[in-house]
T-cell receptor, first 113, second 112 residues
Framework: EAQVTQNPRYLITVTGKKLTVTCSQN?????MSWYRQDPGLGLRQIYY???????DKGDVPEGYKVSRKEKRNFPLILESPSPNQTSLYLC????????????FGPGTRLTVT | QKEVEQNSGPLSVPEGAIASLNCTYS??????FFWYRQYSGKSPELIMS????GDKEDGRFTAQLNKASQYVSLLIRDSQPSDSATYLC????????????FGSGTKLNVKP
């Protein structure tokens, strides 16, 4: 089954404790992206990757890091989480072969206290 | 800052009616437009994409694009209670197909 997976699905952590949210896709898509979704603000793009070792900032990259060492994986790293990073995080993948239609993972609900 | 605007709703329609969802965008050069449906507690799922001016139909869904007016809409015919969800409009950046902007979504309620 073609899918995008994320782990963990739910995470409660404390301010300053580094964490990683993983994202993996099995569709051989070259493009992957991270979004955060907050009430009233919609989805905002954090980082995206056009292919292995190629990443770029979205609209809200501050406080986040990414890496793309393998085509299927695109982890999101929060080096020092703060309460304002409490949000729903969504990973998506796409390809020029499907005219950039994005397929989303199930989401990671993060709470930073 | 690119903007994508949607009426937050809720938009309430009776079962069997046509639901009309609207979206305007600020980047005149955007080339790709997408509608996603998001059920409460779930992630967005793609309904339709549209790239050229005019209408594009897929089952009960019709997407309409007017680039001159910077306007894209989604019509849902014969609305069903299962269509009750938040509908997100997404637009990509003119010079970067990998960069997307989403509206905050319109909540649709279809009443039986």
């Amino acid at each position: 089954e073609a899918q995008v997976t994320q782990n963990p699905r739910y995470l409660i952590t404390v301010t300053g404790k580094k964490l990683t949210v993983t994202c993996s896709q099995n569709m051989n898509h070259e493009y992957m992206s991270w979004y955060r979704q907050d009430p009233g603000l919609g989805l905002r793009q954090i980082y995206y990757s056009m292919n292995v070792e190629v990443t770029d900032k979205g609209d809200v990259p501050e406080g986040y890091k990414v890496s793309r060492k393998e085509k299927r994986n695109f982890p999101l790293i929060l080096e020092s989480p703060s309460p304002n990073q409490t949000s729903l995080y969504l990973c998506a993948s796409s390809s020029w072969r499907v005219t950039y239609e994005q397929y989303f993972g199930p989401g990671t609900r993060l709470t930073v206290t | 800052q690119k903007e994508v605007e949607q009426n937050s709703g809720p938009l309430s329609v009776p079962e069997g009616a046509i639901a009309s969802l609207n979206c305007t965008y600020s980047d005149r050069g955007s080339q790709s437009f997408f509608w996603y449906r998001q059920y409460s507690g779930k992630s967005p799922e793609l309904i339709m994409s549209i790239y050229s001016n005019g209408d594009k139909e897929d089952g009960r869904f019709t997407a309409q694009l007017n680039k001159a007016s910077q306007y894209v809409s989604l019509l849902i015919r014969d609305s069903q209670p299962s269509d009750s969800a938040t509908y997100l409009c997404a637009v990509n950046e003119e010079d970067n197909f990998n960069k997307f902007y989403f509206g905050s979504g319109t909540k649709l309620n279809v009443k039986p």
